[in-house]
């Protein structure tokens, strides 16, 4: 179970390290996906102190169920079979800890050149954040172009903006190649408050094109309401390459298409320790074991306890979805005319889009260390309806949860615990896109070609200060000051 941080404690710890934090501060100036309005109801919660030694993993504390999560997705997912749990010992050639997107993207790169691939799931296929999220399809990193730019220089910038549209092109891959049903549409756009904001869009818009992509298009505020039915917002900017989509039926369709080329899924099978890890890894599960030749670990935010090696590297934030119901033809093209998922751009953001069957998901809200908060509804609505005043009082059919790993550079990790051990992890909000991309690139690295793998895996990382006690408390304070900062529009 979690422990509680006193204020008195925050703020002892605070004056005693008051350059570590304002190190973190400077570490969380890119947008984070951690959406909310300004000063409204960020909360943290830190973590027990994780041992430097291989222990069991615990369930999540707030996910006692192994089935997914009560979401819309959940309820309108494609049919799907329950796969049996690993109940012995096993060989195998590649073993892949995790059923989300960077298990599943390796597993199915890996499998499509003829590898025999294990995946090794704690819950179900697509039980964590590849599940459970917005389903917006987003170019780039958390870290923006302009960041990576001046903290790691120009060629580092090169080499990142050379493969941050790729993820996307993975996606629309496997969709095409394995015929997955997921809902997949184009266009995501970006929405400002202010002149500040737009400027800021318009560097981004340059800089990208410097980089060689030419998908972004600005929007006044004329332009914008061909779009998005809301006065709230000054203009935007529209990417073109980006998209939305169904994530849990990417998930299910994803594995589908890996038992179709031989690879074998164990669900309701979590990974309690993993030993030879430098060697020939050797992973026990609840009931089982696994000798394999590779290993892959993509356990991301719900990984916990069972590679203490990666514990440091990464932080637990929930973030809240919610669907309305159906609304009718009309309102839905008032609301959203082009059907183009939306975020805006502060540091503490919303997001949203139409699913399938027009009802409006909208996404927000953040708990820094991974707690669920008690009424996921109560703190979405009211953003909700500031965006959509035609959106007061309707009903709410489905309001859940999840996790992704925050890192503290805000740059998702790849790398290796020893020479046939692989990792990747951190994705901090940006997900969807970078853990198809990363799990290519893991795939590369275990054929033979690893020159993008060692290049991404080069880029230094450095763990939250503070420990597991006072990271999420540490992270609140910067979140306060970026919001302070998108409010008063400086």
Known sequence: MAESVSIPALLAHYLRHRDTIQLVVAHGASNCANPLYPFQDVTMLSAQSTRNKTQPAESHPTEPSLEHANSYYAATANDSPKRSSLQESIEVDVCVVGGGFSGLSAALHLAEQGRQVTLLEAARIGWGASGRNGGQIVNGLNASLSTIEKRYGNSTAEFVGSLVQEGASVIRYFVNEHAIDCDLKRRNIYVAFNTRQMRELESKQQLWRHYGMD???????????????????????????????????????????????????????????????????????????????????????????????????????????????????????????????????????????????????????????????????????????????????????????????????????????????????????????????????????????????????????????????FRAPYSTIGSWWYSLRDAVGV
Request: charged share 20%.
């Open 215 to 469: 998908d972004h298009e600005m929007l006044d505020q004329s332009a914008l309401q061909k779009h998005i039915g809301s006065a709230l917002y000054c203009g935007g900017m529209i990417d073109h390459s980006g998209g939305h989509l169904h994530p849990l039926n990417l998930a299910l369709g994803e594995a589908k298409a890996l038992e179709k080329l031989g690879g074998t899924i164990y669900e309701q099978t979590r990974v309690t320790h993993i030993d030879d890890i430098d060697t020939t890894p050797l992973v026990f599960t609840s009931a089982g074991q696994v000798r394999c030749k590779t290993l892959i670990i993509c356990g991301n935010a719900y990984l916990g306890k069972s590679v203490p090696a990666l514990a440091p590297r990464v932080m637990p934030v929930s973030t809240q979805v919610m669907a309305t119901e159906p609304l009718s033809q009309e309102l839905a093209d008032a609301l959203l005319p082009s059907d183009s998922c939306v975020e805006d751009v502060r540091y503490i953001l919303d997001y949203y889009r139409l699913s399938a069957d027009r009802r409006l998901l909208f996404g927000g809200g953040t708990v820094y260390g991974g707690k669920d908060p008690e009424n996921v509804e109560a703190k979405l609505r009211p953003n909700m309806e500031k965006v959509f005043p035609e959106l007061r009082g309707i009903a709410v059919t489905h309001a859940w949860s999840g996790n992704f790993a925050l890192s503290f550079t805000r740059v998702p990790q790849l790398g290796r615990l020893g020479p046939d051990s692989y990792f990747a992890m951190g994705y901090s909000g940006h997900g969807v896109t970078g853990s198809h991309l990363f799990g290519k690139l893991l795939a590369e690295a275990i054929s033979g070609n690893t020159a993008r793998f060692d290049r991404f895996a080069a880029l230094p990382w450095f763990p939250f200060p503070g420990g597991q006690r």
